[in-house]
């Protein structure tokens, strides 16, 4: 440095020295601690992925070999007693889970599509709301469950599907909620410029633009209803025959599972790892099949 | 985002197909809006009305009571609410910095392309249903629990005392454990959320002055998604609270006090789930505020969870699976 | 004060005392070339085999400010950001040539660059101040990087780097204050502060004043001159004008066919404005394309 300045070069010269040999001598413990503390971090996500691939190999391992023609077409059948099968509980869950969706898919879009255009405090009591009840203990859904209808109607699939409802309804409406409110303000104006109703605006416009995240709502919120036990378990009480009718009784394939894990009978057992398998199988297909369909439809959009 | 409301004429019939006028088109959303909240407030209704026959007859202090026996005319929640809380820390205390750790890894060391894969495959344990949890933490973990993991720890941390008595396979440990994979995902997915907003030029600035990626994490970027992360934290924890099914057949189903990690236990849940058919009278209405009980503890938790990751202006909690 | 129409009516003299500060001693036409701080030969940025800049080689000396120019898209913040090795986050980046730093292999396989950080700090286009830290620990955060402790070496640094950096007389009293506290230019100053207090030998600035109002703009070229002499600058604008005014020397940069930025010339200052030797220079500065 040739030049001459206000502030005497030496005390800046000085710290330099002083900071440069401090990074030295700290950089060695630095780069260490560094490599140990993100070492760490890539053996947690190691941890991380194990259970999902230990608990499908499990389930598929021991799932498997339960399979068989009788296990998708035969009822359940007392313990010792050969040919029986999952066909009674598939029922169930189907007859179940379609109730359920039919019911709240259509009421939770509507919310959603509510609190999409609404931004008053009643609104958002109503989201915060929505928000809580996606994590409220399941156990006592099925107790509403059971006050609201058993009580007065009896065992039923129909008590079942209110209950499943009742846990879907909230997920599809934050869901749905999401998805209007991506739909770009631009359209809507756009159309309301053109003299259309909201009505039309909604139908023509909102719910095709928002239908992919709309539908990959539903999808989840369908693969969550699916793998619900403790709301049926208060609610279905579970029946040894083929039930059609959703209001009576009926068997569901998480409620088999839970009162065969425990029997001491093991091809009783063997059956709820079949229908563990059969359960398993379907929600992961429907939460990838989500998600790739989510994946296609945004690279569709670009 | 206020909607524009723009004077729109009215007309009956448009392109062949009759739509609402817009009165009517509001009216219908707001009488769903106006369902959906009656029903919330039936539910709380319901089973306040249906707990409220065990407060007038037994008072307020039975909750905190040590012995459940209702043969005796006793029933002590106490061994629940600790079964309860005891399976949740545990979970908890593991799927915090595991679950950090792995949303870490997520966000910055593993390479782009690989991303996806690895978060999905953890976010997919999430969809898995409770009760298939159950089973194989019933018959498959069990066994390795009580014959190699227990005794393991016992050798190596039973001077804590926490590793008192036999080995059992159905514990606290073991529902503790399963637990923790289940809330595993929520941990991870909102943290990483979390962690990838943190704006680019901050890691930047701190990169140039020489500070080490691990510095870098600890000094910025961690402290900016603090609220993100303690949001994530109590989200998983309202998971924790809320489990039902799965707990119930791995805690091992004894209503007393556990006093060792490898003691069975129960919950809450365990509890309404195994009493459920048999139970009348008072013996119901004390489940039905067992009930009552667990739903406010689980309601606080999710409302502190959802102030919390809604103050940090971050939406992506509300669409992800729950259970 | 400086305007490219007028370049020809008047010697590049009076223009270059005008735009130095008052203590530095420069009375002639092309300023002494000091100590090199920087060399680079034939440097070339590439990403994922697409390159982004080449053919650069020039020295950078010390106690100057030196100006990299050019439009937009040739490469000058792309170059900036090799010098203190910020291109190793980008996994398909690769840098060859040779930079040194003194008597260091920039890129040399014992080079730490955590290390060289210390020694060639950066400040960037927009203000980043850390959002969660007082002003305080914002100037000390770097020397607590690179792990000082002693707080009397800490206060010390800090103050010195504030001072410096023009921002201590409005702080000082709000040093627990947090970071967005201040406005767009203070927050700059601030960042300038915190990677003054390390006191690295070459401080690297991305247009560190394009995001900032003209009156900032004007401090912090004003703080350019002031901080030559006690760090080599090396500084990215696009604006001609700032170059003219702050930098002694000019790297001339130029995005070519194969959209790749190359350095058409380097020189003085008052030289490049005046009479370069690449006729692409002379077409940049009197402003025919930018």
């Known amino acids: ?302 | 985002m206020t909607t524009i409301e723009t004077p729109v004429p009215r007309q009956t019939r448009r392109g062949g197909r009759w739509s609402l006028p817009d009165n009517g088109y509001r009216g219908l959303l707001a009488v769903t809006a106006i369902l959906f909240g009656a029903l919330a407030v039936w539910f709380l209704v319901a089973i306040v009305l249906q707990a409220k026959p065990a407060f007038a007859t037994l008072g307020f202090g039975w909750i905190f009571g040590r012995v459940w026996n209702p043969s005796h005319g006793l029933y002590g929640l106490l061994p629940f609410i600790l079964g309860t809380l005891e399976s949740t820390a545990i979970a908890v205390a593991l799927a915090f910095p595991i679950g950090l750790g792995t949303a870490i890894a997520l966000a910055f060391l593993v390479p782009s392309r690989v991303r996806p894969v690895l978060s999905t495959t953890v976010e997919l344990l999430a969809a898995v249903p409770s009760v298939v949890y159950g089973l194989w933490g019933l018959i498959v973990l069990a066994p390795i629990f009580r014959d190699t993991v227990e005794p393991f720890l016992t050798s190596v941390l039973g001077w804590t005392g926490l590793f008192n008595g036999p080995n059992n396979g159905p514990s606290l440990l073991l529902a503790g454990v399963i637990l923790f994979i289940m809330i595993l995902p929520t941990m991870v997915a909102i943290s990483r959320d979390v962690l990838i907003v943190v704006p680019v030029e901050q890691v930047e600035g701190a990169m140039a002055l020489g500070a080490t990626r691990w510095q870098v994490l600890r000094k910025v970027v961690l402290p900016g998604a603090r609220t993100g992360i303690l949001g994530a934290f109590t989200l998983a924890t309202g998971r924790a609270l809320g489990e039902t099914v799965a707990v119930a057949m791995v805690i091992g189903n004894s209503p007393y006090i556990a006093h060792s990690l490898k003691s069975s236990a129960a919950t809450i849940p365990s509890l309404i789930v195994n009493n459920f058919g048999e139970s009348t009278g008072t013996q119901l209405s004390a489940i039905f505020g067992a009930g009552l009980v667990l739903l406010v503890i689980g309601i606080l938790v999710n409302s502190a969870a959802r102030w919390l990751v809604w103050s940090t202006g971050n939406d992506s909690a509300g669409v992800e699976l729950g259970r | ?290």
């Open chain 3, 1 to 290: 004060m400086t305007d490219a129409g007028s370049l020809s009516d008047v010697s590049p003299v009076p223009r270059l005392e005008e735009s130095l500060t008052v203590q530095t001693e420069r009375a002639m036409t092309e300023p002494p070339a000091g100590d090199v701080v920087m060399t680079l030969r034939d440097v070339a940025v590439a990403f994922g085999g697409r390159t982004a800049v080449r053919d650069v080689s020039f020295d950078v000396c010390a106690g100057e400010a030196t100006a990299l120019i050019g439009p937009s898209g040739s490469g000058k913040t792309t170059l900036l950001r090799a010098l203190n090795r910020m291109h190793d986050a980008e996994r398909s980046a690769k840098v060859t040539g040779t930079i040194r730093l003194g008597d260091l292999d920039v890129y040399g396989p014992d080079t730490d660059p955590t290390l060289l950080r210390s020694r060639v700090g950066m400040v960037f286009q927009r203000p980043n101040p850390f959002p969660t830290m007082s002003i305080y620990d914002n100037a000390v955060a770097g020397l607590r990087f690179n792990g000082v402790r002693k707080k009397a070496l800490l206060d010390e640094a800090a103050e010195s780097a504030l001072v410096a950096a023009a921002l201590w007389d409005s702080v000082k009293d709000r040093l627990k204050a947090h970071g967005s506290t201040l406005s767009g230019g203070e927050q700059q100053r601030l960042c300038i502060a915190r990677a003054l207090a390390v006191e690295p030998e070459v401080l690297l600035m991305d247009e560190p004043t394009s995001a900032l109002d003209p009156i900032a703009t004007k401090r912090i070229e004003e703080l350019v001159g002031e901080l030559k002499d006690r760090v080599t600058i090396v500084i990215v604008t696009h604006n001609m004008q700032q170059a003219m005014r702050v930098s002694d020397r000019c790297a001339f940069l130029l995005m070519g066919e194969d959209k790749a930025g190359e350095l058409i010339e380097f020189g003085p200052t008052a030289q490049l404005f005046s009479e370069p030797s690449d006729p692409r220079t002379l077409d940049y500065v009197n402003g025919r394309f930018g």
């Open chain 1, 1 to 302: 440095m040739t030049s001459v300045l206000e502030v005497p070069v030496d005390p800046i010269v000085e710290r330099r020295r002083a900071v440069q040999a401090a990074a030295t001598a700290s950089l060695g413990r630095r780069k260490l601690g560094s490599r140990v503390a993100l070492g760490v971090c890539w053996l947690f996500l190691v941890i991380a992925v194990i259970p999902l691939v230990a608990l499908v190999f499990y389930v598929t391992a021991k799932g498997l070999p339960a399979w068989n023609a009788e296990f998708f077409t035969h009822s359940t059948t007392p313990e010792g007693v050969p040919g029986g099968g999952v066909w009674n509980a598939i029922v169930g869950t189907a007859v179940i889970t379609v109730v359920a969706t039919a019911v709240a898919v259509p009421l939770g879009l509507l919310c959603g599509l509510f609190l999409a255009e609404s931004d008053g405090r009643t609104a958002d009591a109503l989201r915060f709301t929505a928000d809580v009840m996606t994590g409220i203990p399941s156990i006592t859904v099925g107790i509403f469950g059971y006050i609201a209808i058993v009580r007065n109607f009896g065992y039923s699939g129909f008590a079942g599907a209110f209950a499943v409802g009742f846990i879907m309804l909230p997920v599809i409406i934050r869901a749905g909620e999401t998805a209007f409110r991506g739909v770009p303000r631009s359209l809507n104006e756009a159309a309301m410029a053109l003299g259309a109703r909201r009505a039309t605006i909604a139908r023509k416009v909102v719910v095709p633009t928002a239908l992919p995240g709309v539908i990959t709502g539903a999808l989840l919120a369908i693969a969550r209803g699916l793998g619900e036990t403790a709301p049926l378990l208060l609610t279905i009480f579970g029946n040894q025959y083929l039930q059609w009718n959703p209001t009576k009784p009926m068997a569901a394939l998480p409620t088999l599972i839970y009162s065969y894990s425990s029997q001491p009978y093991a091809d009783l057992v063997q059956v709820a790892w079949g229908a563990a398998l059969l359960l398993m199988a379907v929600v992961l297909v429907l939460s990838i099949g989500s998600r790739l369909l989510a994946a296609y439809l945004r690279k569709e959009r670009r």
